[in-house]
């Protein structure tokens, strides 16, 4: 049995993420990548090529949502400060 809300949700979360980042490029220029653009770049380099792959509770993945958050987890690191107390 499939979970569709749980499909839901990771679109909702993909099309927030995306909204964000066309909003930015706009901010930038005027010549920025559409959310398509976005979506076929994250499909390129984070799809899954081997086949359907099955989390622990059988819905499948297409998108490797851990090796995106590998790539992009140096953004989160913490930064080198001046601790006071």
Do not use: Y
């Amino acid at each position: 049995m499939q979970k569709p809300r749980e499909q839901v949700a990771d679109a909702e979360a993909l099309l927030d993420i995306t909204n964000s980042l066309v909003a930015s490029v706009k901010a930038h220029g005027h010549d920025g990548i559409t959310p398509s653009d976005f979506v076929n770049g994250l499909l390129r380099d984070f799809g899954r090529q081997d086949g359907p792959s099955t989390s622990a509770d059988g819905s499948r993945n297409l998108i490797a949502w851990k090796d995106i958050g590998v790539a992009v987890s140096h953004i989160f690191s913490s930064c080198p400060g001046c601790c006071t107390m």
